[in-house]
């Protein structure tokens, strides 16, 4: 993905138009994409550096952005295998070459013979043998892992993988989109199909989120965005990012975003099916965070005559609707609703606090995130139990209160 410094976006009669290259006016590109991927493929043990000024001279005649082309170079490197640094050695083969020419300070190219001063110099390049054979390498093996710790020295070990120059131009056309959504305030999503596939991207990528049902068939989910949260903010506007190239696998929904201008209102970014961007997302994971894993995996297939069902229902009543992460199904026929809590905002959990009293009538087990203030929003769920955690759900308390209901 490409950084917020890297996003390229005008703002026009208060729309958001990201950065997007197409056929008919940016054909060109096609054989640019197609030079930049022989760049990486014939680069092998080429460092960043030298890879980004290669990329740079291809664009030599050719006016550009220079964020489009530090954009390329991120995906091109974000796609590829690069060697890096294990255990620290780089940093330790530092420490012993600088202890070494240390001693022979000053280091000249040449020395002036015959002068004073010349007596106290040290060539280089004598120097730099000597330095070698006391460490048993190579100066050439010295240059190539003295900074193998810094990313610009990372040296090329496998190009990328994209299939042709067309992939990667579609490819920097969808991350322009993620980096424009980094200054969302809020979005809008309409799904008329895939919903539950939606949601599940939605939950998956952990946003603050409220859902309600339009009619038999069209949902729509309000979403927090980056500029919203209050806390965290840039590890969530990341994976608010990431709902982008999944919403691009389904069908049948559409996606208004409101997005923070420089100068501090706000223009729509809208999004559907239709306007042509194209994922490279592989199908999602089976859980929507390590918290739930954690726990699905603690818990296992069955347990006391208890089933642990992930996302086994949907609720509706009048426009809300409600998908708790796991749904518990006994052998005696009980079933257990289980919400998992973790960002939020105050807004998030009042909403989320209204969703569960609209459902007070099935059996909800909560469990909340210890953060200021969350646990305490629920006081207002009367008769309920609510099951803090930290970094992981114990399965002691969440036994004891299943084993509790009726």
Known sequence: ML??????????????LPDRLNRKSDGHYVDLAAAMLRVYAEGAGLTRRDLHRQINRLFDEEPCDARRIASFCKLLDDASTFHTDSGGK?????LKVFRLAAKKHPLVIEKQEGTLLG?????????????????????????????????????????????????LLSHYNVAQTQATLYKTQSATLTAKEDFKTILRYVKLAGLLHE??????????????GPASVLRTTSRYGVRFATLLP???????????????????????????PENGLKSRLDAPPEFDSSVEEGFAKKFG??????????????LHKHQKTFVPDFVFRHDDGREVLFEIVGFWTPEYLKAKLETLKAFSDRNILLAVCENEGAVNA?????????????????????????????
């Open 3 to 16: 950084t917020s410094e890297h996003a390229i976006v005008r703002f026009e009669r208060g729309l958001a």
């Open 246 to 272: 999944a919403l691009l696998t389904c069908k049948g929904w559409c996606f208004t975003a409101r997005i923070k201008t420089p100068w501090n209102i706000l223009a729509t970014l809208d999004l559907s």
């Open 301 to 314: 297939e069955e347990r006391n005559g208890w089933r642990l069902v992930r996302e086994g229902a949907i």
């Open 378 to 406: 629920f006081e207002g769920w009367e008769g309920r139990t609510i099951i803090p955690y930290k970094t992981g759900i114990k399965l002691g308390p969440v036994l004891e209160a299943l084993e509790s209901t009726s």
């Open 119 to 167: 007596e106290l110099e040290n060539e280089e390049q004598e120097v730099k043998q000597e330095i070698a054979s006391e460490l048993g390498m190579t100066w050439e093996e010295i240059e190539e892992a003295l900074y193998a710790d810094v990313m610009q020295f990372h040296r090329l070990k496998k190009p990328p993988d994209y299939p042709d120059s067309a992939a």
């Open 211 to 224: 859902i309600r049902r339009l009619d038999e068939s069209t949902y729509r989910i309000q979403l927090d």
């Open 90 to 94: 780089a940093a330790r083969l530092r």
